[in-house]
């Protein structure tokens, strides 16, 4: 039977690539962001690509009515989820304590509190028909002692495993299965939105995977049903040993290869005009 899946964040990066994935493995999608043109566009380009059904639901997560919105319109217009891909996410760049209440408010409700709504209400559907995937895509960060400029997102990716751990075994049986997706850098929109693709420059190539092929990899064991994906051996290594060295040791390591991309000043983002780069981004 053709599956349907719901994808968050699709209007570009991750969520774009795993749309195309998705399709092009047969699914029919439900594709949601803020930016309505650029999912119109990906949805036309899908359909007409892949012969798969693609519906649009622009929703800004950030309003906390945000999740329900979107769970009324799809179940209103008829359609069922198979698949629950929560991608949506960002970083608030700065130290914690500089940064305004207002957006680190917003960053948790886009980052846990929509992530942990939209299962709370997809997934009752899914354990009725006896089939779900629910992947909520994390970070290699979760494994990796934070540093500074990473408050809020560290732990935040940090969670998602921890709660997808859960809510797979309370769903054992069900034929309901949640999978933690764990990618490093990915080339995306992330550093662009957070001030700092000005020095993405200055990191190894290899480090980087393209969202195309992290979707390619990830594709696979997201629909086993996987509990951990962490897609590329170079990823797979760095969440091996990272967490076996000295706790000191690695937060200085962590910190050392982080620093470049945390920008300090959120003020400094708006303030000076930065070169323009490739798209590169990290989850």
Known sequence: MKKTALITGASAGIGEALAKEFAKNGCD??????????????GKELSAAYGVECSVFPQDLSDPDGPRKLYNAVVD???????LVNNAGYSVSGIYSKTSWE????????MITAVAELCHLFLPMMMKNGYGR??????????????????????????????????????????????????GFVESEFFDV????????ITPGFVWMSADRMARLAYR?????????????YNQ?????????????????????????????????????LPKVSPLSSV
């Not at 957070?194 to 420059?201: L, P, Y």
């Open 29 to 42: 999608l439900i594709l949601t962001a803020r930016r309505e043109d650029r999912l119109r566009a990906l």
């Open 77 to 83: 217009s008829g359609h069922h989820v198979d698949v």
């Open 103 to 110: 957006d680190q408010s917003k960053f948790l409700q886009v």
């Open 134 to 183: 629910i992947v909520n895509v994390s970070s290699i960060t979760a494994f990796l002692p934070s540093c500074p400029g990473m408050t809020m997102y560290a732990a935040s990716k940090s969670f998602l495993v921890e709660f997808t751990e859960t809510l797979r075994v309370e769903a054992e049986g069900t034929g309901v299965k949640a999978t933690a997706l764990c990618p």
């Open 194 to 201: 957070n001030g700092a693709s000005h020095n993405v420059g």
């Open 221 to 233: 064991p997201i629909m086993k049903g996987n509990a951990l994906v962490v897609p590329g051996l």
């Open 237 to 273: 290594l760095i969440t091996g040993v990272v967490p076996r060295l000295p706790r000191r040791l690695a937060v200085a390591i962590i910190s050392r290869v982080m620093k470049q991309f945390n920008v300090q000043d959120p003020k400094a983002v708006q303030s000076e005009a």
